[in-house]
T-cell receptor, first 111, second 113 residues
Framework: KQEVTQIPAALSVPEGENLVLNCSFTDSAIYNLQWFRQDPGKGLTSLLLIQSSQREQTSGRLNASLDKSSGRSTLYIAASQPGDSATYLCAVLYNTDKLIFGTGTRLQVFP | EAQVTQNPRYLITVTGKKLTVTCSQNMNHEYMSWYRQDPGLGLRQIYYSMNVEVTDKGDVPEGYKVSRKEKRNFPLILESPSPNQTSLYFC????????????FGPGTRLLVL
């Protein structure tokens, strides 16, 4: 069964810390992996998209890596800020055209 | 502005009363899909569409219907809603099969009494 797991489920850190959010997936036959941010009561905003042939993507303070062989992706957030507080979701697009989401990591960055 | 819109944003209805949630995108995207989000279960795909007149079931299609008569619109239909369909629903679109970034609508919160 194709599953996506995110650890930890919740994280609370002081401002300025560097963070790593983890995503693991079963079945390495993927097209891509995408990281999203969801603010309370809002839709999802795409942060980074990594194609299956890529190892990492960077955007500003965010860096996402992909290791297909081990079924893992990490989202690295540098110098966290209170505005980074949100739920972070990873989603894997499998070759079956199914997009499977993890249950998310709820991040709180306090001043 | 490039966007995905959903209507209504909030809806309270009763069991058995047919309803439609509309979804529209203005980016000329081929791929559109519907998800529901429930606490502890994350987002689950209901239906998706690769192009006009092409739709396929996702992971949780039971109790839902969709249609794709035009490229920009992808309505979600609940013929006979039940309380277990109370959820937060999202529509999304992307340029192609899913190899590009997916854009999400703001969500529709549905309560079925």
């Amino acid at each position: 069964k194709q599953e996506v797991t995110q650890i930890p489920a919740a994280l609370s850190v002081p401002e300025g810390e560097n963070l790593v959010l983890n995503c693991s997936f079963t079945d390495s036959a993927i097209y891509n992996l995408q990281w999203f941010r969801q603010d309370p009561g809002k839709g999802l905003t795409s942060l980074l998209l990594i194609q299956s042939s890529q190892r990492e993507q960077t955007s500003g303070r965010l860096n996402a890596s992909l290791d297909k062989s081990s079924g893992r992706s990490t989202l690295y957030i540098a110098a966290s800020q209170p505005g980074d507080s949100a739920t972070y979701l990873c989603a894997v697009l499998y070759n079956t055209d199914k997009l499977i989401f993890g249950t998310g990591t709820r991040l709180q960055v306090f001043p | 502005e490039a966007q995905v819109t959903q209507n209504p944003r909030y809806l309270i209805t009763v069991t058995g009363k047919k309803l439609t949630v509309t979804c529209s995108q203005n980016m000329n995207h081929e791929y559109m899909s519907w998800y529901r989000q429930d606490p502890g279960l994350g987002l689950r795909q209901i239906y998706y569409s690769m192009n006009v007149e092409v739709t396929d079931k996702g992971d949780v299609p039971e109790g839902y219907k969709v249609s794709r008569k035009e490229k920009r619109n992808f309505p979600l239909i609940l013929e006979s809603p039940s309380p277990n369909q109370t959820s937060l629903y999202f529509c999304a679109s992307s340029l192609g099969r899913g190899q590009e970034t997916q854009y999400f609508g703001p969500g529709t919160r549905l309560l079925v009494l």
